[in-house]
């Protein structure tokens, strides 16, 4: 299942899936304000695999804190209690030591569970790490979507890890498949079920690493949809659900008067009931991703419809100064081939004195004699001369 969403990276698939070509600049209608949004599969992304390519590198960008909570998540879920149940069973002086004790190859495999998410953590590091030093030299959707690729194989890889080392335990001899039960930390609250408790602690929080995560739609469908699969196989493969047996003493059950293969019955009905909280569990994961997954598309489709209605806006306002500018440059070469060169500069420098009302000439009272010039209400309306010649001429045959 890790390797569907990988898969539809590859040439021959994309073609097939990339349905549609978007441009976001085409299908904003900016005189009445809408916008037209991509079309989108119901869980395969956008139909224009560009935008898809685009949309997760803007994602696993934005969810890189997530990204690196998760894997802290799930390397605490399977180092720190295998490792302390290696300590404690490796103990001479420990209660678990007189129970089962680990040899070197079961430790060391028990402690390699953890290898897929270590790689993991390193290979995402390294993709942002490339993206970082790239900068703008970069498109960012060649690489850094592939965080989501890296994250869910190491997931699944450490899923089923956790399956198979009761196979391997089983296959080298050395353990029972009733020792088995024992080989778990939780065996002194749970005794030989204590495996169970184990499951499922491990599998919920595995369910809880996805939405940590912030793993898109089908990426989450694919973990959850390996991790169910994988959780019913371990009960009903790897331990078998008829190796669940009653932990309340037999003794105890025939004074009440319970049979222990009644009991036994009631064990297992309790194991499907916490089977079934799983099921519930793994679909509400689902939805949520889903949930989250459709709300950050459509933050990322409105952030750049955002940032297009505002560049235009920019490049708008830019347009519309430089048409004032070349209109002001217009009527100033007008107004000096009409007017005289001090009255064209007087008009040119202040505008308002083309503008003045006839009043202005008025009343005596209002105006100020300043040198050669009668000012009335703060504006020039006219120079004085003292000595003036007029010249009346007229064209002969005009």
């Not at 009445?32 to 956008?46: D, V």
């Not at 998540?73 to 490792?83: D, E, K, M, R, S």
């Not at 079961?106 to 390193?122: D, H, K, M, N, W």
């Not at 519930?280 to 489709?301: F, G, M, N, P, W």
Request: charged content about 20%; hydrophobic content about 45%; proline content about 2%.
């Amino acid at each position: 299942m890790a390797f569907v969403s990988l898969g539809m990276n590859l040439t021959c698939i994309r073609r097939c899936l990339h349905r549609e070509e978007y441009v976001f600049e085409d299908s904003i209608d900016f005189d009445g304000g809408t916008w037209t949004k991509p079309k989108r599969y119901l869980t395969g992304g956008f139909k224009d695999r560009n935008l898809e390519g685009r949309y997760l590198c803007q994602l696993a960008l934005d969810n890189m804190k997530r990204l690196f909570l998760a894997y802290a998540l799930g390397l605490l879920l399977v180092l720190v209690p295998n490792t302390v149940w290696v300590i404690m069973s490796s103990s001479k002086d420990g209660v678990y030591s007189a129970l089962y004790t680990l040899d070197s190859s079961e430790t060391a495999f028990i402690i390699l569970a953890a290898l897929p998410l270590v790689l993991g953590l390193i290979g995402i590091m390294v993709i942002y790490r490339l993206h970082r030093r790239g900068g703008a030299r970069r498109t960012c959707h060649d690489f850094v979507g592939y965080v989501y690729h890296v994250t869910e194989i190491a997931l699944s890889l450490t899923i089923i890890c956790v399956v198979i080392i009761p196979v391997f335990l089983r296959s080298t001899g050395s353990i029972t498949q009733d020792t088995l039960g024992k080989a778990h930390m939780f065996y002194g609250l749970f005794g030989n079920n204590a495996w169970i408790v184990t499951a499922i602690l491990y599998f919920q929080v595995f369910f809880l690493f996805v939405l940590v995560a912030g793993l898109p739609s089908y990426y989450a469908y694919e973990t959850c949809i390996l991790l169910y699969v994988l959780l019913w196989v371990y009960f009903g493969g790897v331990m078998g659900f008829d190796n669940i047996k009653s932990t309340v003493d037999i003794d105890q059950l025939y004074k009440n008067g319970i049979m222990p293969e009644d009991a036994d019955a009631n064990a297992r009905g309790a194991t499907f009931g916490i089977l079934a909280f799983a099921s519930i569990v793994a679909l509400v994961t689902c939805v949520l991703s889903q949930i989250e997954d459709s709300k950050s598309r459509e933050h990322y489709c409105n952030k750049r419809v955002i940032e297009i209605q505002q560049r235009k806006a920019i490049e708008g306002a830019e347009q519309r100064e430089e048409l004032l500018r070349r209109e002001k440059q217009r009527q100033g070469e007008l107004i000096a081939q009409i007017f005289p060169k001090a009255v064209a500069n007087q008009l040119l420098k202040d505008p308002s004195f083309a503008r003045s009302k006839s009043n202005s000439f008025g009343d005596a009272e209002d105006s100020m004699n300043h040198g050669d010039r009668v000012t009335t209400l703060c504006r020039t309306v006219a120079f004085r001369h003292e000595n003036v010649t007029i010249l009346f001429t007229d064209i002969v045959g005009f």
